[in-house]
């Protein structure tokens, strides 16, 4: 038995999430087909991060066994011919026989892009934000994030996470006018985190007056700011 780790990119528009959900169309579902087409096998696919219904993917791992003889540079070209056009395989690679790609890995990274101009061409991958911002508070109150923290105020009530404490090892604004970005790296992220996370510091760059420090304290999901939509939400890298 050989085990594959997987790197690959997806658009997340058409997909209901990562997740394999009956009658759905998921990314997971998708890479299980296509492995099952060209070795024949029924095989669990295990990915590094469960991304949502409309969020993307630049960098996520995933990892499979099988029994297949084929080199790796044969799968990628393999699977790449079996998959739609809004997933890419990147690598493949043959990994250490209990490599995982969810528990395994050490930290991931996520970035929530906000857009300062309209655009025809963007509108479904970045957020529209035409206000002016003030920045420098945003990027204070996103490095209050760091250390490790129950970061309940950010998760939803479907989140089923054994522990709602997080170790977030950076959170930081980006800037390439005209985008915007807030990329957090933690050891794992809880459902709708980052999403919630955006919308908070959205809205002390929109000027609310608030403690990001107070906000974590109140682990009440209510304290938090509003939950952005995921379209403009990337999984960017995976670090093992």
């Known amino acids: 038995m050989r085990n594959f780790r997987v790197v690959l990119e997806y658009d997340g528009t058409d997909f209901r999430g990562w997740q394999i959900q009956p009658g759905e169309r998921t990314v997971q579902g998708e890479l299980s087909r296509a492995i099952g087409e060209i070795t024949g096998e029924t095989r669990k696919v295990t990915g590094a991060g469960r991304t949502d219904a409309g969020v993307h993917a630049v960098a996520q791992v995933a990892s499979f066994t099988s029994e297949s003889l084929l080199s790796a540079a044969v799968l990628r070209r393999a699977l790449n011919a079996r998959l739609p056009a809004d997933i890419r395989v990147r690598s493949v690679e043959e990994a250490p026989g209990g490599f995982n790609a969810r528990f395994d890995a050490k930290s991931r990274t996520y970035r929530y892009i906000f857009i300062t101009r309209a655009t025809a061409l963007w509108r479904n991958y970045y957020h529209l934000v035409t206000a002016a911002l003030d920045l420098p508070a945003m990027r204070r109150a996103l490095a209050e994030l760091a250390g490790e923290r129950d970061f309940t105020t950010f998760a939803t009530s479907r989140d089923d996470s054994r522990t709602k404490r997080c170790i977030v090892s ?71």
Request: no cysteine.
């Open 170 to 240: 950076k959170a930081d604004l980006l800037e390439t006018p005209p985008l915007i970005a807030i990329e957090i790296t933690a050891d794992h992220f809880l459902h709708h985190m980052v999403r919630s996370i955006a919308g908070t510091a959205l809205e002390i760059g929109r000027g609310k007056p608030w403690s990001m420090p107070e906000i974590i304290a109140a682990r009440d999901p209510a304290a938090a700011g509003p939950t952005l939509p995921p379209h403009a939400l990337y999984l960017m890298h995976v670090r093992y």
